[in-house]
């Protein structure tokens, strides 16, 4: 017989549950005012786009299918808002950036 750690336990528990954005227990939406603290503190310390660049670039991630909750990229796991106000960021779009 073979015995698992709790670790392995865990582990294998995770693979069965819902995604955070599939299960109705979590409320994985983020206002807007949250939204926009959380793109001010990334910013606080890096180089940010001008505000024409960043209308842009979220208006090609609102045109994404794969953009998930308004705020998600699904090929990253980033907000959106955050990576997009970011100078040194680049769209994670496979094969070919969306920004460019």
Not at 2 to 10: G, N, W
Not at 54 to 74: E, F, H, V
Request: proline residues 4%; positive net charge.
């Amino acid at each position: 017989m073979k015995s698992f750690s709790y670790e392995q336990q865990r582990s294998n528990e995770g693979r069965n549950a819902p995604c955070k954005g599939c299960d109705s227990q979590y409320d994985i939406h983020i206002s807007d005012a949250k939204m926009a603290r959380l793109v001010e503190i990334a910013s606080r310390s890096r180089a940010t786009v001008e505000d024409e660049e960043y209308g842009r670039r979220l208006a090609i991630c609102s045109a994404c299918p794969d953009l998930q909750y308004g705020t998600t990229c699904r090929h990253c796991g980033c907000l959106v808002q955050v990576r997009a106000k970011l100078a040194e960021s680049t769209c994670p779009y496979p094969y070919a950036s969306q920004w460019a």
